[in-house]
């Protein structure tokens, strides 16, 4: 283990330089150094989202408009509206200077690398001998590689300007005559580096044979800063983000109710993950955890606060509720099949396998006898898609499907007599109907579904009951 830290600075938190610069740079919270440090920085706010497509509500980007077809040239405009949306930013950053003209410089020639890609990649595949399918992972790829190398290429020249000796360390393979894999990938960009007087800021995006985004797809840049973490053997890693990992939603339950987490375990922010919050793709976690590497959750904005530390053997001190999460937009898709009785486990691989087939996640699952039932994080359309391949399958099954909402209570150690009760008694007293119910042996979950509607008023009664009722003072599980 050596001395030096991994950080992770968010997309939302890079779109404001100057707390960037006095809140986390400026002022590291582990020692009396600025440097010891390396910097892992996502794309502004929003630029992710026009290079690829809406992390949200899946409005196509560049690369969503380019894979429609070899005939549709719109994505062409897009890429001129990022153009404009990078330039602006550029001119935010570093006004009329001369620095401005380098990033401008830095930024164009990447943008107009890719448009002249594009351009050539569409006029082959108009031919019939080549198909756009397979080179479309690529396209994902290089796209996404663009957000990073804008917005670490100017914190570094920013930061120089400031007086701090950073340095661009660029992942995107951009133009790159070799491909390699990952892990090689870092240890050559970091062989030589100084971390005693030096401060790297490194694209978040890095490029390797097998492909960041096949495997993690918009969680690349945790990938990223998980295996920086793990192959310089960091003595800690950090997150900063725009927010304290919370007892819920401050938005939800309001301000002076929700209560800054101080510590919990790996267990618990897999489950965070598993549910769409942004703590860290659970394999980013699983190197941290294997190695031994403190993960601490850090809000930009309040750099006096510790945050929330994330280690692997924490157990809280007393079982409790530490968090009430969940989502809303899930799809039940149930099937229901008299022959499935005795033959569950063949038709529960072939729900997988199509469920695989159409990239759609599952966040739950019912089973008994002749019933399975998937929560699924996906759009209608691709349900539509795979209730029409089951239904081939399996024609005398019954199919029902329904939006709902999962509310869930997370704690690393929820063993707390009665608890469930307490709960369903919480949810009724609001007059919220439960559609279905889970809670695991392991004792770190307990998940509701519930009708959209009744998603707001649900993560309320349940902080309320098993969060507020508690009165943890400043913060739960305080370090």
């Given at each position: 283990?050596?001395?030096?830290?991994?950080?992770?600075?968010?997309?939302?938190?890079?779109?404001?330089?100057?707390?960037?610069?006095?809140?986390?740079?400026?002022?590291?919270?582990?020692?009396d150094?600025?440097?010891?440090?390396?910097?892992?920085?996502?794309?502004?706010?929003?630029?992710?989202?026009?290079?690829?497509?809406?992390?949200?509500?899946?409005?196509?980007?560049?690369?969503?408009?380019?894979?429609?077809g070899?005939?549709?040239?719109?994505?062409?405009?897009?890429?001129?509206?990022?153009?404009?949306?990078?330039?602006?930013?550029?001119?935010?950053?570093?006004?009329?200077?001369?620095?401005?003209?380098?990033?401008?410089?830095?930024?164009?020639?990447?943008?107009?690398?890719?448009?002249?890609?594009?351009?050539?990649?569409?006029?082959?595949?108009?031919?019939?001998?080549?198909?756009?399918?397979?080179?479309?992972?690529?396209?994902?790829?290089?796209?996404?590689?663009?957000?990073?190398?804008?917005?670490?290429?100017?914190?570094?020249?920013?930061?120089?300007?400031?007086?701090?000796?950073?340095?661009?360390?660029?992942?995107?393979?951009?133009?790159?005559?070799?491909?390699?894999?990952?892990?090689?990938?870092?240890?050559?960009?970091?062989?030589?580096?100084?971390?005693?007087?030096?401060?790297p800021?490194?694209?978040?995006?890095?490029?390797?044979?097998?492909?960041?985004?096949?495997?993690?797809?918009?969680?690349?840049?945790?990938?990223?800063?998980?295996?920086?973490?793990?192959?310089t053997?960091?003595?800690?890693?950090?997150?900063?983000?725009?927010?304290?990992?919370?007892?819920?939603?401050?938005?939800?339950?309001?301000?002076?109710?929700?209560v800054?987490?101080?510590?919990?375990?790996?267990?618990?922010?897999?489950?965070?993950?598993?549910?769409?919050?942004?703590?860290?793709?659970?394999?980013a976690?699983?190197?941290?955890?294997?190695?031994?590497?403190?993960l601490?959750?850090?809000?930009?904005?309040?750099?006096?606060?510790?945050?929330?530390?994330?280690?692997?053997?924490?157990?809280?001190?007393?079982?409790?509720?530490?968090?009430?999460?969940?989502?809303?937009?899930?799809?039940?898709?149930?099937?229901?099949?008299?022959?499935?009785?005795?033959?569950m486990?063949?038709?529960?691989?072939?729900?997988?396998?199509?469920?695989?087939?159409?990239?759609?996640?599952v966040?739950?699952?019912?089973?008994?006898?002749?019933?399975?039932?998937?929560?699924?994080?996906?759009?209608?359309?691709?349900?539509?898609?795979?209730?029409?391949?089951?239904?081939?399958?399996?024609?005398?099954?019954?199919?029902?499907?329904?939006?709902?909402?999962?509310?869930?209570?997370?704690?690393?150690?929820?063993?707390?007599?009665?608890i469930?009760?307490?709960?369903?008694?919480?949810?009724?007293?609001?007059?919220?109907?439960?559609?279905a119910?889970?809670?695991?042996?392991?004792?770190?979950?307990?998940?509701?579904m519930?009708?959209?509607g009744?998603?707001?008023?649900?993560?309320?009664?349940?902080?309320?009951c098993l969060?507020?009722?508690?009165e943890?003072?400043?913060?739960?599980?305080?370090?």
């Amino acid at each position: 283990m050596k001395k030096h830290s991994v950080e992770k600075i968010g997309g939302t938190s890079m779109s404001n330089y100057s707390a960037v610069r006095d809140n986390i740079i400026l002022k590291p919270s582990q020692s009396d150094s600025l440097y010891q440090r390396v910097f892992v920085v996502s794309a502004y706010g929003g630029i992710t989202n026009q290079l690829l497509e809406h992390k949200k509500n899946g409005s196509p980007g560049i690369f969503a408009q380019f894979a429609s077809g070899v005939n549709d040239d719109s994505w062409i405009d897009l890429l001129e509206s990022l153009k404009t949306e990078v330039l602006q930013i550029n001119s935010q950053l570093f006004g009329s200077s001369k620095s401005l003209e380098k990033a401008n410089t830095f930024i164009l020639d990447r943008l107009e690398d890719a448009k002249r890609c594009l351009a050539d990649l569409q006029r082959l595949c108009q031919h019939g001998h080549f198909s756009l399918e397979s080179h479309i992972s690529t396209v994902r790829e290089m796209l996404a590689s663009i957000g990073e190398a804008h917005s670490a290429w100017n914190m570094a020249e920013l930061l120089q300007r400031d007086g701090v000796n950073a340095i661009y360390v660029d992942l995107t393979g951009w133009q790159s005559p070799h491909q390699m894999p990952l892990d090689e990938r870092i240890k050559l960009a970091f062989e030589n580096l100084d971390l005693e007087n030096l401060l790297p800021i490194v694209t978040g995006y890095a490029h390797c044979e097998n492909g960041l985004m096949t495997t993690f797809d918009r969680g690349y840049s945790e990938m990223t800063f998980s295996r920086i973490a793990v192959l310089t053997e960091a003595r800690e890693a950090v997150i900063h983000k725009e927010f304290h990992l919370s007892s819920a939603d401050p938005r939800l339950v309001g301000e002076g109710n929700a209560v800054p987490i101080g510590r919990t375990n790996y267990d618990v922010a897999d489950q965070l993950a598993n549910l769409g919050m942004e703590a860290i793709h659970p394999k980013a976690a699983k190197g941290l955890r294997q190695n031994d590497i403190p993960l601490r959750v850090k809000n930009t904005f309040e750099p006096d606060h510790p945050g929330t530390l994330i280690t692997g053997a924490y157990v809280s001190d007393r079982p409790c509720v530490e968090i009430i999460a969940g989502r809303k937009g899930v799809f039940a898709l149930e099937l229901f099949d008299q022959d499935m009785a005795g033959n569950m486990p063949i038709y529960d691989k072939s729900i997988l396998d199509v469920l695989k087939r159409f990239n759609a996640h599952v966040v739950s699952k019912d089973i008994n006898a002749n019933t399975i039932t998937h929560y699924l994080s996906t759009n209608l359309k691709t349900i539509k898609r795979i209730c029409a391949v089951l239904q081939d399958k399996y024609p005398e099954a019954e199919f029902n499907q329904k939006k709902v909402a999962i509310v869930s209570a997370i704690g690393s150690d929820m063993k707390v007599s009665g608890i469930l009760a307490k709960t369903v008694g919480a949810l009724a007293d609001a007059r919220i109907s439960v559609l279905a119910v889970h809670q695991s042996m392991r004792q770190v979950d307990m998940q509701f579904m519930v009708e959209e509607g009744d998603y707001e008023l649900a993560v309320k009664s349940l902080h309320a009951c098993l969060v507020e009722e508690y009165e943890h003072g400043p913060t739960i599980c305080a370090a």
